[in-house]
């Protein structure tokens, strides 16, 4: 603990209501004044001579008006950040007070209803503006903004220094941080937004703050255990926990330099949304959620009565509409796929639902234009797309899939900077991280679910609650190993450990190829309570039977048509995610630096395709293009620039065999550079091994390397001498009694570079030199990938040595940069009795030998499969329960 003891919140209390009004305030009353009429003087004068109240009062006649109006406070906490302005400044001028206070009637359990506040209710942070008299006197309030918003942290009494504002929000959610907000009251600084953006997001600003110029903000985590405190100190606003302190404004500004326990978030602005969703949500904000939700079900009531009634189209005019959505892409599949055995992927086609039935409806098709798409190299197509239609009353009605094998992409959750409106005061950063690494792999992003006004459904992200999760929600999640998880969250608010990442939405559409097994009757587009049939932009997510994930998107679906779309799709787990248009669709990105990105031989089509530089990666350029053309009033591009509202991103995982051995001698010899997976002890997919042969020297065309490529994240490590009747050997190797100085070790689900053991548990399976001289192999573990290439001159088992350096460059060249040499051969079987030349040999025995056995792979799973079903009585009440605040109790030392 410091030992020193901070002030009061603002300034002593003889003082805290005082505060002068700021020089360039005082010359534009003294403007003013020119313009007064006689009347106005005399008017200016009788309040002058009013009752002088005390400071003290104003306060508490503050905390009795707001009382009135449903929110409880208390006097010391209200803070003035102006005081009296005098004659004109009666008149003519407003006060700012900020106010810390606690709802006194919150949400009942039936939409649109209040009821008393019982228990702990959170604070949060109103700003109002106040007339006073000369003399101080509080004469009249008005505004109520509220600056925090959260329903699941405790704000504390704000502190002021000069126009900055600071406050800590103290969370009451098991695994959401404490928030520090600092708040600029002088405004926003300037947006790099186009003039229609700085437009929107000044109407926005006068909604939600009274002010064109919004207020600025920047936001902190705190890192730790217990309550945050923030004060004025010497001058500076400091953030004090149970054990440090540090300031987070100084004399100079904002502190750029903070310890490692106070985390900056991220804070643009990121680019309103269209026209339309944007007035949506500004039209919502004057007349409350319930009244939008009449309007858009009246909206979509016409619609429909419209759509009914302008006649069946034919089957040539639906064949037609679709070939334009996807923009000429319709018919029979490009190329047969047939399924792979070993991987089961491509699934089969999709049973058409609607007869008779168009071509190329359910039919698999690959995006191949290397322009736009990104797939893993040297394996079958990443992802496939179709179309099916789903609603026998509608046959014009289709949907729009894209289906991956979540074995080869990894599904991720981005926060927004807006959504979902965080419970703790936590903003998402809404950006795909800006790392070489992620950002090259990145194939997709989409829609996640519903505004939190829309239920409150939770989201974590990357270990951040930002939304508790609600009972029985259907959710999508991301495990610590990377798999993508899907399943309904039991009544009980624990995060499993396992789980990093999830986003839900409502109950769950489809499970095990049945609808709505919860009985749900609202889906988004009516008020609350009404039974939903209407007919609109929908989108949802699934698990298939065969484990593969499938994004669902239409544009006039009812949720009766989503869900047999899902069906068709053999969906064993399936959820809906948002809606509308403008709300709702997918992307697809190629990212890459400048100079690699493939060349287009003809114009963009700006419908559906744009390019560009990747906003915050100088270098890298994205080139994107939407699912189909139709995807209605949604801004284009979307995901790849910062965005308010959360949204899941795909990734390529990481996985055997990657891209061919570069090769550096014309012309190559058979299958120079090509990995081979086939005919390999690989237990399963994603392979765990691949073969290759690779001549490295330009100067010498007759050294040749045999290569083994082996996944980390496949494999686990035992020794060779334990018995395990079950265990699926992958390859089994001896790097011999003694550690080298330089050693590679399987430690956990990584390889890692390193003379000593990273840690317990950690199993030695390569051992030599750092410098390539000259010996018998070489063998590293690339930077990015993880992945363990051991490359063997071609005759070593005979004796053959050689110079390591050209092979050397060459891994280096791939991104290989930490290496090890070996003056002999690593003693080494394949799982299935072979050696890299393929032929037999004996598996090595001795006491050091390390035995890799196969692992259980990242992929696609159900989760929480032991949650009943439970009737509507029991999960709806506590879906509409409002997110409550507990205080955390303290840990002890």
Same mark, same amino acid.
């Given at each position: 603990?410091?030992?020193?003891?901070?002030?009061?919140?603002?300034?002593?209390?003889?003082?805290?209501?005082?505060? @002068?009004?700021?020089? &360039?305030? !005082?010359? #534009?009353?003294?403007?003013?004044?020119?313009?007064? /009429?006689?009347?106005? *003087? $005399?008017?200016?004068?009788?309040?002058?001579?009013?009752?002088?109240?005390?400071?003290?009062?104003?306060?508490?006649?503050?905390?009795?008006?707001?009382?009135?109006?449903?929110?409880?406070?208390?006097?010391?906490?209200?803070?003035?950040?102006?005081?009296?302005?005098?004659?004109?400044?009666?008149?003519?001028?407003?006060?700012?007070?900020?106010?810390?206070?606690?709802?006194?009637?919150?949400?009942?359990?039936?939409?649109?209803?209040?009821?008393?506040?019982?228990?702990?209710?959170?604070?949060?942070?109103?700003?109002?503006?106040?007339?006073?008299?000369?003399?101080?006197?509080?004469?009249?309030?008005?505004?109520?903004?509220?600056?925090?918003?959260?329903?699941?942290?405790?704000?504390?009494? @704000?502190?002021?220094? &000069?126009? !900055?504002? #600071?406050?800590?929000?103290?969370?009451?959610?098991? /695994?959401?941080?404490? *928030? $520090?907000?600092?708040?600029?009251?002088?405004?926003?600084?300037?947006?790099?937004?186009?003039?229609?953006?700085?437009?929107?997001?000044?109407?926005?600003?006068?909604?939600?703050?009274?002010?064109?110029?919004?207020?600025?903000?920047?936001?902190?985590?705190?890192?730790?255990?217990?309550?945050?405190?923030?004060?004025?100190?010497?001058?500076?606003?400091?953030?004090?926990?149970?054990?440090?302190?540090?300031?987070?404004?100084?004399?100079?500004?904002?502190?750029?330099?903070?310890?490692?326990?106070?985390?900056?978030?991220?804070?643009?602005?990121?680019?309103?949304?269209?026209?339309?969703?944007?007035?949506?949500?500004?039209?919502?904000?004057?007349?409350?959620?319930?009244?939008?939700?009449?309007?858009?079900?009246?909206?979509?009531?016409?619609?429909?009565?419209?759509?009914?009634?302008?006649?069946?189209?034919?089957?040539?005019?639906?064949?037609?509409?679709?070939?334009?959505?996807?923009?000429?892409?319709?018919?029979?599949?490009?190329?047969?796929?047939?399924?792979?055995?070993?991987?089961?992927?491509?699934?089969?086609?999709?049973?058409?639902?609607?007869?008779?039935?168009?071509?190329?409806?359910?039919?698999?098709?690959?995006?191949?234009?290397?322009?736009?798409?990104?797939?893993?190299?040297?394996?079958?197509?990443?992802?496939?797309?179709?179309?099916?239609?789903?609603?026998?009353?509608?046959?014009?009605?289709?949907?729009?899939?894209?289906?991956?094998?979540?074995?080869?992409?990894?599904?991720?959750?981005?926060?927004?900077?807006?959504?979902?409106?965080?419970?703790?005061?936590?903003?998402?950063?809404?950006?795909?991280?800006?790392?070489?690494?992620?950002?090259?792999?990145?194939?997709?992003?989409?829609?996640?679910?519903?505004?939190?006004?829309?239920?409150?459904?939770?989201?974590?992200?990357?270990?951040?609650?930002?939304?508790?999760?609600?009972?029985?929600?259907?959710?999508?999640?991301?495990?610590?190993?990377?798999?993508?998880?899907?399943?309904?969250?039991?009544?009980?608010?624990?995060?499993?450990?396992?789980?990093?990442?999830?986003?839900?939405?409502?109950?769950?559409?489809?499970?095990?190829?049945?609808?709505?097994?919860?009985?749900?009757?609202?889906?988004?587009?009516?008020?609350?309570?009404?039974?939903?049939?209407?007919?609109?932009?929908?989108?949802?997510?699934?698990?298939?039977?065969?484990?593969?994930?499938?994004?669902?998107?239409?544009?006039?679906?009812?949720?009766?048509?989503?869900?047999?779309?899902?069906?068709?799709?053999?969906?064993?787990?399936?959820?809906?995610?948002?809606?509308?248009?403008?709300?709702?669709?997918?992307?697809?990105?190629?990212?890459?630096?400048?100079?690699?990105?493939?060349?287009?031989?003809?114009?963009?089509?700006?419908?559906?395709?744009?390019?560009?530089?990747?906003?915050?990666?100088?270098?890298?350029?994205?080139?994107?293009?939407?699912?189909?053309?139709?995807?209605?009033?949604?801004?284009?591009?979307?995901?790849?620039?910062?965005?308010?509202?959360?949204?899941?991103?795909?990734?390529?995982?990481?996985?055997?065999?990657?891209?061919?051995?570069?090769?550096?001698?014309?012309?190559?010899?058979?299958?120079?550079?090509?990995?081979?997976?086939?005919?390999?002890?690989?237990?399963?997919?994603?392979?765990?091994?691949?073969?290759?042969?690779?001549?490295?020297?330009?100067?010498?065309?007759?050294?040749?390397?045999?290569?083994?490529?082996?996944?980390?994240?496949?494999?686990?490590?035992?020794?060779?001498?334990?018995?395990?009747?079950?265990?699926?050997?992958?390859?089994?190797?001896?790097?011999?009694?003694?550690?080298?100085?330089?050693?590679?070790?399987?430690?956990?689900?990584?390889?890692?570079?390193?003379?000593?053991?990273?840690?317990?548990?950690?199993?030695?399976?390569?051992?030599?030199?750092?410098?390539?001289?000259?010996?018998?192999?070489?063998?590293?573990?690339?930077?990015?990938?993880?992945?363990?290439?051991?490359?063997?001159?071609?005759?070593?088992?005979?004796?053959?040595?050689?110079?390591?350096?050209?092979?050397?460059?060459?891994?280096?060249?791939?991104?290989?940069?930490?290496?090890?040499?070996?003056?002999?051969?690593?003693?080494?079987?394949?799982?299935?009795?072979?050696?890299?030349?393929?032929?037999?040999?004996?598996?090595?025995?001795?006491?050091?030998?390390?035995?890799?056995?196969?692992?259980?792979?990242?992929?696609?799973?159900?989760?929480?499969?032991?949650?009943?079903?439970?009737?509507?009585?029991?999960?709806?009440?506590?879906?509409?329960?409002?997110?409550?605040?507990?205080?955390?109790?303290?840990?002890?030392?």
């Amino acid at each position: 603990m410091v030992s020193s003891t901070p002030t009061t919140h603002v300034l002593t209390r003889d003082e805290r209501d005082v505060r @002068p009004a700021a020089d &360039g305030r !005082r010359s #534009a009353l003294k403007g003013r004044l020119t313009v007064l /009429g006689i009347g106005a *003087v $005399i008017a200016l004068i009788g309040f002058a001579r009013g009752p002088n109240v005390s400071k003290g009062d104003r306060r508490q006649a503050v905390a009795e008006l707001v009382a009135e109006h449903g929110l409880k406070a208390k006097a010391d906490d209200v803070v003035f950040v102006d005081g009296p302005r005098g004659v004109l400044g009666s008149a003519f001028g407003r006060a700012r007070v900020l106010v810390r206070g606690s709802a006194t009637m919150v949400p009942g359990p039936e939409a649109g209803t209040l009821v008393p506040a019982e228990g702990d209710v959170p604070s949060d942070i109103y700003l109002f503006e106040a007339r006073l008299s000369p003399s101080g006197a509080l004469l009249d309030l008005s505004g109520g903004y509220n600056l925090s918003d959260t329903t699941g942290a405790d704000e504390t009494c @704000p502190v002021v220094l &000069g126009e !900055r504002v #600071a406050y800590a929000s103290n969370s009451g959610i098991e /695994g959401a941080p404490t *928030v $520090i907000s600092l708040l600029d009251l002088a405004g926003q600084e300037p947006l790099a937004l186009p003039t229609m953006g700085r437009a929107q997001n000044a109407v926005t600003n006068l909604q939600m703050t009274g002010r064109v110029g919004g207020i600025g903000r920047k936001t902190f985590v705190v890192e730790g255990d217990g309550d945050v405190a923030v004060a004025i100190e010497n001058g500076a606003i400091t953030v004090r926990t149970q054990k440090d302190v540090a300031q987070i404004v100084g004399a100079e500004g904002v502190v750029s330099d903070l310890p490692k326990w106070i985390v900056a978030q991220p804070t643009e602005v990121a680019q309103p949304g269209n026209l339309v969703t944007w007035s949506v949500d500004r039209v919502r904000h004057e007349i409350g959620d319930e009244n939008m939700q009449m309007i858009k079900q009246a909206y979509f009531e016409a619609k429909d009565f419209f759509m009914k009634h302008k006649g069946e189209a034919t089957q040539e005019e639906v064949a037609a509409d679709i070939s334009e959505e996807m923009g000429e892409e319709i018919g029979p599949p490009k190329r047969e796929i047939p399924v792979d055995p070993e991987t089961g992927w491509p699934p089969p086609p999709l049973e058409p639902w609607v007869t008779p039935s168009l071509e190329g409806e359910g039919q698999w098709n690959v995006k191949e234009d290397e322009a736009f798409y990104r797939h893993q190299p040297n394996l079958p197509p990443s992802y496939l797309t179709t179309f099916i239609r789903s609603d026998k009353m509608r046959k014009d009605t289709r949907v729009f899939i894209l289906l991956w094998d979540p074995r080869m992409i990894e599904l991720s959750m981005q926060a927004g900077t807006v959504e979902p409106k965080s419970a703790t005061g936590k903003a998402g950063p809404g950006i795909i991280p800006r790392t070489p690494d992620v950002m090259k792999r990145v194939v997709a992003a989409s829609n996640a679910g519903f505004q939190a006004l829309h239920g409150e459904f939770g989201m974590m992200a990357d270990g951040v609650v930002y939304l508790p999760p609600k009972p029985y929600g259907a959710t999508v999640m991301k495990l610590r190993d990377g798999t993508t998880a899907f399943g309904t969250w039991p009544n009980d608010a624990t995060v499993p450990d396992q789980v990093v990442s999830y986003r839900q939405n409502m109950t769950v559409m489809v499970q095990d190829e049945a609808f709505n097994p919860y009985d749900r009757t609202w889906w988004g587009g009516t008020v609350p309570g009404a039974e939903d049939k209407t007919h609109t932009v929908r989108t949802g997510i699934c698990l298939t039977k065969e484990k593969f994930v499938g994004y669902f998107y239409g544009a006039d679906l009812s949720p009766e048509a989503l869900a047999q779309a899902m069906i068709q799709a053999r969906c064993s787990y399936g959820l809906a995610l948002d809606m509308n248009a403008g709300h709702a669709g997918l992307e697809f990105y190629k990212v890459a630096q400048h100079d690699k990105m493939p060349a287009l031989d003809r114009g963009l089509d700006g419908k559906w395709e744009a390019e560009g530089e990747v906003p915050g990666m100088p270098g890298w350029d994205f080139r994107a293009k939407r699912l189909i053309k139709g995807m209605g009033l949604m801004s284009f591009p979307r995901y790849i620039k910062r965005e308010a509202r959360d949204y899941f991103y795909l990734t390529l995982r990481w996985v055997v065999p990657g891209e061919n051995l570069p090769t550096v001698i014309e012309p190559l010899v058979e299958n120079e550079g090509a990995w081979e997976t086939k005919n390999l002890p690989q237990h399963g997919f994603p392979y765990a091994i691949a073969l290759s042969q690779v001549r490295p020297d330009k100067a010498d065309a007759s050294q040749s390397f045999r290569v083994l490529e082996l996944d980390p994240r496949m494999v686990t490590g035992q020794r060779a001498s334990t018995d395990d009747a079950a265990a699926k050997t992958i390859a089994t190797m001896d790097p011999g009694a003694n550690a080298g100085a330089a050693n590679i070790w399987l430690f956990g689900r990584a390889f890692l570079v390193s003379k000593d053991s990273p840690g317990k548990g950690a199993v030695r399976v390569v051992s030599g030199e750092e410098s390539p001289g000259k010996g018998a192999a070489i063998a590293c573990v690339h930077d990015e990938s993880g992945m363990l290439y051991y490359a063997e001159l071609k005759d070593a088992a005979t004796g053959a040595r050689g110079s390591l350096s050209a092979m050397s460059a060459l891994l280096t060249s791939m991104g290989c940069t930490q290496q090890v040499s070996l003056a002999e051969p690593l003693a080494l079987a394949l799982g299935d009795g072979t050696n890299l030349a393929r032929t037999a040999v004996h598996p090595p025995k001795s006491s050091s030998a390390v035995r890799l056995v196969r692992a259980e792979a990242a992929g696609g799973a159900r989760f929480f499969e032991d949650t009943p079903v439970v009737p509507r009585s029991e999960w709806y009440p506590l879906q509409q329960q409002r997110i409550r605040y507990h205080k955390k109790p303290a840990k002890q030392d």
